[in-house]
């Protein structure tokens, strides 16, 4: 059944968790990410978590840095980008991907798997990846709603292949006027990029004036 409401979410608990149980349907997963709330699933028998955590990684683009390594290599031309070539088997490779750092095994279940891919197929959900000589490297999916771009997961076959499909993702959407990238939680890779953490007031506010926005941005 439809979510047709979330809690509000000063109820959530320390850690952001907000509320247990609902279904992955396109429409839950819009009224989630319209109102800055996420789906992380738990490994077992436990019930679907939605989160919206009290701080928020957030890459702004006007403080986004590039290394110089990447930047040689963004402007050798060697590298070639699509987007929404291939959905179903960039989620797949990011649920797949065993080169997380302190991570085990993967929140993207096949339940989760399947709902993107409808999100995708409703045209909420979209993906980019990164190719040399025909070869992929690296991908990358998240969720956009007006000027919102929600980053969800990304993954590489090859040294930098998600950071290269990072800096074309981000110029992408600073030619379309987009201004930041939610990043849900901080990692050391996005704050080696400038991401920040910002309080949950702030972020929800900046999600509502985004979400506003009558924009398809692919």
Known sequence: MVIRAFPDVSLTDESGLLAA????????????YRNGIFPWPVAGDYPLLWFCPPKRAVLFFD???????LKKKLRSGRYDFRINASFASVISRCAEANNRKGEKG????????????ALHE???CHCIE??????TL??????????????E???????????????FLVDYLQQ???????????TPLLASFGAEEVERELFLAMVHEAVSEELKLF
């Open 176 to 186: 379309r006027g987009v201004n930041w990238l939610d990043c849900q939680q901080m």
């Open 130 to 135: 990164c190719l040399l000589e025909a070869k």
């Open 138 to 151: 690296g991908g990358l999916y998240g969720v956009a709603i007006g000027k919102m771009f929600a980053g």
């Open 106 to 117: 993967t929140w993207i279940t096949p339940e989760m798997i399947s709902a993107y891919v």
């Open 122 to 124: 409703a045209g909420y």
């Open 63 to 69: 403080r986004f840095h590039v290394p110089r390594r």
């Open 153 to 167: 997961s990304m993954y590489y076959l090859e040294t930098d292949g998600s950071k290269l499909c990072l800096c």
């Open 21 to 32: 149980g609902g279904d992955l349907d396109v429409e839950s997963l819009l009224l989630a």
